[in-house]
Every structure is written in structure tokens, then in C-alpha cells.
């Protein structure tokens, strides 16, 4: 696969992930739509693939999955992907 074709793969595959994350928010599964919404892997980010698997981290994680800090994890996440794709397509 070159460049051109993994870049649009990980177009495509962050589309559908951002459309499974918008479906899970709706449904008020706040903490895997920021475990799908760690596309970018940035350190806050990241964590939320840690703290939404692993059974310790799980529970306490769920807690602090309130509608509005998902929707502000979001909103951030939304931002860097259109960050992202700029810098991509320039």
C-alpha cells in the first residue's frame, strides 16, 4: 500500500469511526464514544482507550462519562480531525 492509499484508508476508516461515535453519543454510551473517538491518540485522548477496556479503570471512567465532558472530548476531537485532514489534503 503507498502513501496515497493508506492515507485515504485512514480517511475512510476515521469517517466511519466518527459516524459509530455520533451513533454512540446519541444512544448515551458516553464512554465508547470516546473510545472510538481516540482516533488521534493524543495523551488525554489515549486514555480514554486505557480507561474504557481495562476492568479497573472501567467503572471509575464510566462515572466521569457524563454527556457534557463526552460532548467536550468530542467537540476536541471533531477539531483535530478537521486539523488533520487539512494538513493532509494540502
Known sequence: MD???AINYWIKSAEADWQVVNHL???RDYTY???FGQIALLETITDFNLEARYP???FLFKKKCTKKF???YIAEIE???QWLLKQIQS
Open 3 to 5: 502513501n496515497k492509499q
Open 25 to 27: 453519543f446519541e444512544k
Open 33 to 35: 464514544a470516546l473510545f
Open 56 to 58: 479497573d479503570e472501567r
Open 70 to 72: 463526552t460532548a467536550k
Open 79 to 81: 477539531y483535530l480531525k
